[in-house]
Structure formats: structure tokens, C-alpha cells
């Protein structure tokens, strides 16, 4: 039995815009909590909790009102990640060697690669090692559906219109674990990477920056987080295709210990609705017909 047969959801959810469409995408890779039985894990769901980023695609849902796309993963990130290389396997984790190359990096060292082992430091997520099929089925049934509607989404928007702006949008802990680059360190209210320049123009990440530092946030910028494989992926800034990631802090808009929505959900929600609508303006104002040859 694959997990097809038993994943009660579509992987993907795709929201289309509700009014005249705008290369603008908005991705939550990391919302989900759907899991095949087959594959329930050992680990406390409390202990994966941590890793999802929950609520994000709701903070985001007026998106597609404002004529943007919304994807957003249903599957949990430490059933499969999105935002890992394809091949970023950790071999600790599987029963039988992997037939093909492998790219392990720092985070499947981590134990946060593709396939999440840890659920905490110390609490492993699967009590066994995973069958090399199994392994290949979450790629096929989650990742793989995951990523083509995001590149199919992105590519049609580009050859539209010239152009095409991405945000990958993630939340944050109010402070690292031991797992984390900044273990034990506060984290400021949003952190917004584009890996180090690489991935978008300087103009889109100074129009989501200084958005945010106007509503009185504290917002970095690269540190800790530089965005990871969703944007480094699809970007490609010479070519119009501008990627950027978004984390916030939980503490915003959740009790990170109950994992309810606090009061602070709606106020948030609201801010980052005015954060799409300047983002809209930043892209309508960059396909207006005449300016700079880029206009379909
Ligand atoms: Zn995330």
C-alpha cells in the first residue's frame, strides 16, 4: 500500500486569484499536518508541532482577493520538506542505501533534512528506518506535486507577464532550540532573507522591509535565516524572476506552548493584508505597459 492510496488530502492546495491576476506568489510549504497512517510517526505530535509552521497560510488568505496566488502544502514538513534539495537524504534514516547520489548538507547533519529524523534534539521523529520505496514515494506523492505546482504557477505567470515575484512564507519559533543556528538566541518579529541578495532585486526586499518596519516591527534581514530551496530554486533576478522568504515570529499570533491563535492573529492577519496590497502596487507598478520593455 503507497501512501497515495491512504493521503486523505491532496498534497497541494492551490487558491487562483479572485480578481484580475498579478504575478505575485505567495507559498506556505510548511502549514500542513496531514500524514499518511502508514507513516505515523513515534515522536509526540507535540514535539512535531514545533517544526510547522501553523496558521501560516491563513495569515496569508486574502492574498488571492488581491489578485495573487496562494499555494500551500496540506502534508506536514517533517513527513517531507519542500524547502530541502531533493536529494538531501540523510542515510541515518533510511534501512537500505539510497540508489543514486546523495547531497547531504548541514541540515540533514541536523537531523532537518528532507526527511525530518528529529523531532526535538534528541527525540527522533520515525522509531525505525524508512524502506528506500517508501522513501521515493513521499517524493512522489508530496514533494514532487508540491514543487510542480509552485515552478508551473511561477513559469505561467512569467511568460504572461515578463516578470514573476515569488514570497515564500514561513513562521519561526520566538526563540532557537539547540537544532537552530541561533540556539537559545530572541528572535526579532519577522526575519526576511533572499539569500544574501541572490535571490530577488534589492527594490522587492526593501518594499517587504520597510513595510514591515513601518507598522513598527523589528525586522531582519538574512540573519538568521537567508531562505533555503524554495527560493534559491525558482529565482533567477536577471531573468524577472524575484524569490524572497518571510518568517514571523509565532509569538505574534499564537501561544506557542497551546498552539491556539492568540488575540494577536487578527491584527497581524490585518497588517499583512496592507503588506500584500503595497506588494501588489510594487507589482503592477513594475508590469505598467511601457516601462523598461518588460511588459507582455
Ligand atoms: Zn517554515
Redesign the pocket.
Given at each position: 500500500m503507497n501512501s497515495r492510496q491512504t493521503a486523505a488530502l491532496p498534497p497541494v492546495t492551490l487558491h487562483d486569484p479572485r480578481s484580475a491576476p498579478l504575478p505575485l506568489v505567495f507559498d506556505s510549504?510548511?502549514s500542513g499536518f496531514a500524514f499518511p497512517p502508514e507513516l505515523a510517526p513515534a515522536a509526540p505530535l507535540e514535539a512535531l508541532a514545533t517544526s510547522c509552521?501553523a496558521f501560516?497560510d491563513e495569515l496569508y488568505g486574502k492574498a488571492p482577493a488581491h489578485g495573487c496566488t496562494l499555494i500551500a502544502a496540506t502534508f506536514p514538513?517533517w513527513l517531507i520538506d519542500p524547502?530541502r534539495a531533493r536529494d538531501d537524504i540523510d542515510p541515518e534514516l533510511l534501512a537500505a542505501p539510497w540508489p543514486g547520489p546523495l547531497q547531504i548538507s548541514d541540515k540533514s547533519r541536523s537531523g532537518m533534512g528532507l526527511i525530518r529524523r528529529l523531532a526535538l534534539p534528541g527525540v527522533p521523529v520515525h522509531g525505525r528506518r524508512l524502506d528506500v520505496a517508501e522513501v521515493e514515494g513521499l517524493i512522489r506523492d508530496y514533494y514532487d506535486p508540491y514543487h510542480e505546482a509552485l515552478r508551473s504557477r511561477l513559469d505561467a505567470l512569467h511568460s504572461r507577464f515578463g516578470s514573476v515575484w515569488h514570497v515564500d512564507c514561513?513562521?519561526?519559533k520566538s526563540r532557537g532550540n539547540a537544532m537552530n543556528i541561533d540556539a537559545g538566541r530572541e528572535r526579532p518579529d519577522f526575519v526576511i532573507g533572499n539569500r544574501d541578495g541572490s535571490t530577488c532585486d534589492g527594490d522587492f526586499i526593501d518594499c517587504v522591509v520597510g513595510t514591515l518596519r513601518g507598522f513598527g516591527y523589528r525586522v531582519g534581514v538574512n540573519d538568521p535565516y537567508k531562505g533555503a530551496e524554495l527560493v534559491r530554486r525558482y529565482s533567477n533576478p536577471a531573468a524577472g524572476r524575484h524569490s524572497l522568504q518571510i518568517?514571523v515570529n509565532r509569538a505574534l499570533y499564537m501561544d506557542e506552548t497551546s498552539r491556539e491563535r492568540h488575540q494577536g492573529f487578527a491584527a497581524l492577519e490585518a497588517r499583512l493584508e496592507r503588506l500584500i496590497v503595497a506588494l501588489t502596487d510594487f507589482v503592477r507598478e513594475r508590469i505598467a505597459p511601457g516601462r523598461s520593455g518588460r511588459a507582455a
Open positions: 510549504p510548511h509552521d501560516v514538513r524547502n514561513h513562521s519561526m518568517e
